[in-house]
T-cell receptor
């Protein structure tokens, strides 16, 4: 079974500084997608960034970038120039590319990391 | 309204009550999802609908009954719930349930408390 582990329940960062959130996952699949979702206090979860496992190049979206290490099954999120609006719960998620004896509809989430941004 | 909306935002119900959660997406998507978010636990996928047909039922107790009358609306009917069912229920939609890289757009959730 696929599992996603976020080992940091809480993190804090000073405004304008850089922070890295950790995520590891376990899977026997070779083709899959990894996601980071952000859930601000308003509760509306939004996609931050997505990585295809077959792509070696790390995904970037403005101030957000990932460090994807497929062999190590690691997928960390780096937030540069942190802003107050970045404060939220961050969830790492995994989804296999295709069915493998079961459904591939399922996004498997980690428990989340609560990020606090200090002014 | 834009995006994915959910009503009510908060709900308190007794174990013998029957209530329904509503989700509406204004994105023209074909797939809709129900998730349960409990404290200290990862989000759990409950149901997936594709073009109004249920394609996934993730071992959810029968006291939760989904309904998808059209591709824009999704309901979760609740009856004889237990206190451990108290959680944030999130609805999401995507253009299609496939491919796997498809972005899911989430609603704000309904905070449910079962007394």
């Amino acid at each position: 079974a696929q599992t996603v582990t976020q080992s940091q329940p809480e993190m804090s960062v000073q405004e304008a500084e850089t922070v890295t959130l950790s995520c590891t996952y376990d899977t026997s699949e070779s083709d899959y997608y990894l996601f980071w979702y952000k859930q601000p206090p308003s509760r509306q979860m939004i996609l931050v960034i997505r990585q295809e496992a077959y792509k070696q190049q790390n995904a970037t979206e403005n101030r957000f970038s990932v460090n994807f290490q497929k062999a190590a099954k690691s997928f960390s999120l780096k937030i540069s120039d942190s802003q107050l609006g970045d404060a939220a719960m961050y969830f790492c998620a995994y989804r296999p590319e295709r069915n493998s004896g079961g459904s591939n509809y399922k996004l498997t989430f980690g428990k989340g990391t609560l990020l606090t941004v200090n002014p | 309204e834009t995006g994915v909306t959910q009503t009510p935002r908060h709900l308190v119900m007794g174990m013998t009550n029957k209530k329904s959660l509503k989700c509406e997406q204004h994105l023209g998507h074909n797939a809709m999802y129900w998730y349960k978010q409990s404290a200290k636990k990862p989000l759990e996928l409950m149901f997936v609908y594709s073009l109004e047909e249920r394609v996934e039922n993730n071992s959810v107790p029968s006291r939760f009954s989904p309904e998808c009358p059209n591709s824009s609306h999704l309901f979760l009917h609740l009856h004889t719930l237990q206190p451990e069912d108290s959680a944030l229920y999130l609805c999401a939609s995507s253009q299609d349930p496939h491919p796997a890289g498809e972005t899911q757009y989430f609603g704000p959730g309904t905070r449910l408390l079962v007394l």
